[in-house]
């Protein structure tokens, strides 16, 4: 099996666990518990080599001396779980040499797994852009961004949810200040790198995996496109 088979396997099942205990409790302690559990057992059997960065364990740092180290959120967006929307989603992904290489995400509710092997086609952009944004606390740069682009703006919840729907084509650019985890984006960032489409810090430069910290202050994701403009216009905004 494949890296990337192996990501979208696991994605896949522990988002059906997750369906079982959104549907009898919608307890998203229990589903981070249970879907971490389910995933990392799986790993560890797999590719027993590899070191494992994620949310719901203690971080080894053991995984700085590794090349390729397994990535996992294994429920983005417990809130929306919680309340049974449709928004949240399973990551697993491996960074190699701190790169995004594999990835998969799980939207369960929408009964997909998207994976860095086999991304859907791009449809036409459209016009203007659509930009996706935090339902819950959309940041003062993401307003401005938009305003000055002229995008219109579609709240949504978890990361890997967001992202998705620009590589479903639901949008166009998913831009994000308010500071995430390595694991909230780094199965969402291969999958839309393989998809074709642009993953960078908001200043433009490359995100870096299994460092130290996990913290990622920033992202952009976005039609290929739409990537110099939304970046001159972030440095436009902090000038």
């Known amino acids: 099996m494949t890296d990337a088979e192996l990501a979208r396997e696991l994605a ?3 988002g059906k666990l997750l369906l079982k205990i959104q549907g009898n409790s919608a307890d998203g302690a229990r589903g981070d518990r249970e879907a971490n559990t389910l995933i990392l057992d799986r ?5 027993p080599d590899d070191a ?3 949310e719901e364990s203690i971080d080894d740092l053991d995984r700085l001396h590794h090349s390729r180290v397994w990535i996992i959120d294994p429920l983005d967006g417990t809130r929306e779980f919680g309340e049974r929307r449709e928004d949240w989603a399973v990551h697993v992904a491996l960074a190699i040499d701190g790169r995004a290489a594999v990835g998969a995400v799980a939207l369960p509710r929408l009964g997909c797994t998207i994976s ?3 991304p859907p086609p791009l ?3 459209h016009v203007p852009p659509r930009m996706l944004v935090s339902r819950s606390r959309p940041s003062k740069l993401c307003a401005d961004v938009g305003e000055r682009i002229g995008a219109i703006h579609l709240g949504m919840g978890s990361a890997g949810a967001k992202a998705m729907a620009v590589v479903r084509g639901e949008a166009e650019i998913y831009l994000h200040s308010g500071g995430q985890h390595q694991w909230d984006n780094c199965a969402p960032v291969a999958v839309a790198l393989a998809a074709g489409l642009h993953a960078s810090r908001i200043d433009g430069s490359p995100i870096v995996y299994n460092r130290r910290g996990t913290e990622i202050p920033d992202l952009l994701i976005c039609r290929r496109e739409w990537a110099e403009r939304v970046l ?3 440095r436009g905004c902090h000038a």
């Open 12 to 14: 896949t099942e522990a």
């Open 43 to 47: 790993l560890r059997a797999a590719r």
């Open 52 to 54: 494992i960065l994620s």
């Open 116 to 118: 860095s092997d086999a």
């Open 123 to 125: 449809p036409p952009a």
């Open 232 to 234: 001159e216009t972030v």
